[in-house]
């Protein structure tokens, strides 16, 4: 029987893997597009206060990232981008994320918002948050995953993942929810809290 922690961390360590190579991919676009469009100044200007508000912004973009042999390891796509220079951060409407591991399984993202900050080591996904992990090439296995909730923040560095909003978990015909989420994948530990439950199923046997 498969526990509620090997079932989260299959899902994640899949998300976790590519997920920092696309936002960086959108960062360092947006970096290019704004020092291209800005211009030259005689001298450097007094500093000021710097509001929250975006400084530029890309409509109806994506973004690719390929391995050595040109295949395709991830994308992201928005149906806008906006980037704030007094956080560093970009915030992307309709995020959509389409990721492949080496075997070629495909995991997808996708939320009404996106936030990334400068380096790619948070993520929030806002709004009808759902990562899905699709069946391996050993079904048995690596069955499809899917997690379900209106709010995701991951930390990529320490490999961390935190929901303060109801969460549904799925693996294959399994499911799981609970109020609160709280995973370290480093320390393997899984926290689910509030009004947790789950549904198992037999798997038949032969």
């Known amino acids: 029987m498969w526990s509620a922690q090997t079932l989260v961390r299959e899902a ?33 200007a007094a500093p000021r206060v710097q509001r929250h508000s975006p400084d530029y912004f890309m409509d109806g973009f994506a973004v690719k990232t390929f391995d050595a042999s040109g295949h395709m ?24 994320i389409r990721s492949f591991d ?26 009808h948050a759902l990562v899905v992990r699709e069946t391996g090439a050993d079904q048995a296995a690596s069955p499809r995953m899917q997690y379900r909730s209106e709010f995701l923040h991951a930390f990529m560095n320490t490999e961390r993942i935190k929901s303060h909003l109801p969460v549904e978990l799925q693996r294959g015909k399994d499911h799981f929810s609970a109020d609160k989420l709280d995973f370290d994948n480093v320390e393997q530990v899984l926290q689910l809290n509030g009004r947790v439950r789950g549904y198992l199923v037999p798997t038949p046997r032969h």
């Open 12 to 44: 994640w360590d899949r998300f976790l893997l590519y997920l920092p190579l696309a936002c960086m991919a959108v960062l360092a676009l947006g970096t290019y597009w704004m020092v291209r469009s800005a211009p030259p100044t005689a001298a450097a």
């Open 102 to 127: 080496a075997k070629g399984t495909l995991t997808t993202a996708s939320a009404d918002r996106g936030l990334t900050n400068e380096d790619g080591s948070e993520v929030q996904l806002l709004g």
């Open 73 to 96: 390891r991830s994308e992201v796509m928005g149906d806008k981008v906006r980037h704030y220079p007094d956080t560093q951060w970009l915030e992307i409407d309709g995020i959509r």
